[in-house]
C-alpha cells in the first residue's frame, strides 16, 4: 500500500510540469505583443517597455523558463499589472472565502445527498425512487442563477431571515458566518445533491443486487446495517469520485454564485483578471486551480485504497 501511496504522489510531478510550461507559454507564445495586449492600444512606448521588463520578456525565452520556474518554487507567482499587489496576496485573500462555501456546500450535499439515494435506491420503483429522481432532473435543469434568486426573493427579501448578500470571515462568528453562508450553500447544493443522490442510487442499485447482500439479509441481519454497512461501502468508490470531483469544481467555478450573492472569492477574482488582462494573475489562478483539481484527485485515489482493499493498481 505505501508503495502505491508514493507512486500516486509522484505521478503529480509530472502533471503539475506540464500544467507549469503551458501556463509560461500562455502569455510568452500568444498571438502578438503581450506587452501590447495587457497594455492596451494607447499605450507609449515607455509603458510597453516597461511592461515587457518587468514580465521578463527581454530575454531569451529559455532564461524566462529558469526564472519563472525559480520564482514560482519560492511561491513568488508575480505581481498584478492593475493593483502592483504580489499575486499571492491577491489569492490569499480570496481564497478562504470559496474553500469555506465550498467545504459548507458539499458537507451539506453528501449529510442530504446520500441518504437520499441510499433509500431511493432500496425503495426502487416506488414514489419515493421517482420524487428523488425528479429532484435531480429538476436540480440539473434550473440555471444556479435563478435558485439563487429564488431563495433570495423568499428567504431574505419575503422571510427576511437572512442577508441579500455580502460574507462574513468565521473569525467574527459562527452565526454571522452562517447567516452570509446559508444561502448560497443551499443555492449550489441543490445542484450537488441531486448530482451525487442520482449517483449513490446508481451504485447502490448495482450492489443491493449481489449474493453478499442476500446472504446478509438470509442470516437475519437489520435492513438499516445490510443498506449502510454492507451495500454502501461497496458501492463508495464512484461516489467518492462525485463527491471530489463536485469540490474541485465548487473551488474553480462558483463565479455564478459569488457574484449573485456578492462573495469576494477567487471566482470573481479571475473574472476581473480576465476582463483586466492582468496576465501574472490569470496565470496564478490556472496554476492554483490545476494543483487543487491534481490534489483532490489524489486524495480520491488514495481514499479508494481504503474503501475498497483490493484495490493496488
Known amino acids: 500500500m505505501l508503495g502505491y501511496i508514493i507512486r500516486?504522489?509522484?505521478?503529480?510531478?509530472?502533471?503539475?510540469?506540464?500544467?507549469?510550461?503551458?501556463?509560461?507559454?500562455?502569455?510568452?507564445?500568444?498571438?502578438?505583443?503581450?506587452?501590447?495586449?495587457?497594455?492596451?492600444?494607447?499605450?507609449?512606448?515607455?509603458?510597453?517597455?516597461?511592461?515587457?521588463?518587468?514580465?521578463?520578456?527581454?530575454?531569451?525565452?529559455?532564461?524566462?523558463?529558469?526564472?519563472?520556474v525559480g520564482l514560482l518554487l519560492q511561491g513568488d507567482l508575480g505581481t498584478s499589472l492593475i493593483s502592483n499587489t504580489p499575486v499571492t496576496t491577491m489569492i490569499g485573500q480570496r481564497l478562504w472565502p470559496t474553500i469555506n462555501i465550498a467545504v459548507l456546500t458539499i458537507i451539506l450535499s453528501v449529510l442530504i445527498a446520500v441518504p437520499m439515494g441510499v433509500i431511493a435506491a432500496w425503495r426502487h420503483r416506488t414514489w419515493v425512487d421517482s420524487a428523488v429522481m425528479s429532484f435531480s432532473v429538476l436540480g440539473f435543469s434550473i440555471p444556479v442563477f435563478v435558485i439563487g434568486y429564488i431563495f433570495i426573493k423568499i428567504f431574505s427579501i419575503e422571510l427576511r431571515w437572512l442577508p441579500v448578500q455580502g460574507y462574513a470571515p468565521p473569525s467574527q462568528?459562527?452565526?454571522?458566518?452562517?447567516?452570509?453562508?446559508?444561502?448560497?450553500?443551499?443555492?449550489?447544493?441543490?445542484?450537488?445533491?441531486a448530482l451525487i443522490a442520482?449517483?449513490?442510487?446508481?451504485?447502490?442499485l448495482e450492489v443491493l443486487g449481489e449474493d453478499y447482500v442476500r446472504t446478509a439479509?438470509?442470516?437475519?441481519?437489520?435492513e438499516k446495517v445490510v443498506l449502510f454497512r454492507h451495500a454502501l461501502r461497496n458501492a463508495?468508490?464512484?461516489?467518492?469520485?462525485?463527491?471530489?470531483?463536485?469540490?474541485?469544481?465548487?473551488?474553480s467555478g462558483v463565479v455564478v454564485t459569488e457574484s449573485v450573492f456578492n462573495i469576494p472569492g477567487i471566482g470573481r477574482l479571475t473574472v476581473d483578471a480576465i476582463l483586466a488582462r492582468?496576465?501574472?494573475?490569470?496565470?496564478?489562478?490556472?496554476?492554483?486551480?490545476?494543483?487543487?483539481?491534481?490534489?483532490?484527485?489524489?486524495?480520491?485515489?488514495?481514499?479508494?485504497?481504503?474503501?475498497?482493499?483490493?484495490?493496488?493498481?
Open 278 to 313: 492582468d496576465y501574472p494573475v490569470i496565470q496564478g489562478m490556472i496554476l492554483l486551480t490545476s494543483f487543487i483539481y491534481v490534489f483532490v484527485n489524489l486524495i480520491i485515489d488514495l481514499s479508494y485504497t481504503f474503501i475498497d482493499p483490493r484495490i493496488r493498481y
Open 217 to 222: 439479509r438470509a442470516k437475519g441481519v437489520k
Open 198 to 204: 442520482r449517483m449513490t442510487r446508481a451504485s447502490m
Open 236 to 251: 463508495a468508490v464512484p461516489i467518492m469520485t462525485i463527491i471530489g470531483t463536485g469540490f474541485a469544481l465548487l473551488i
Open 8 to 68: 500516486r504522489i509522484l505521478a503529480v510531478i509530472p502533471v503539475m510540469t506540464i500544467v507549469a510550461i503551458f501556463v509560461f507559454l500562455l502569455l510568452r507564445l500568444s498571438p502578438g505583443d503581450p506587452a501590447a495586449i495587457i497594455a492596451g492600444d494607447m499605450a507609449t512606448p515607455e509603458r510597453l517597455e516597461r511592461i515587457r521588463e518587468s514580465l521578463g520578456l527581454t530575454e531569451p525565452l529559455h532564461i524566462q523558463f529558469v526564472t519563472w
Open 173 to 193: 462568528g459562527l452565526w454571522p458566518f452562517l447567516q452570509r453562508a446559508i444561502l448560497p450553500c443551499l443555492t449550489l447544493a441543490t445542484i450537488y445533491v
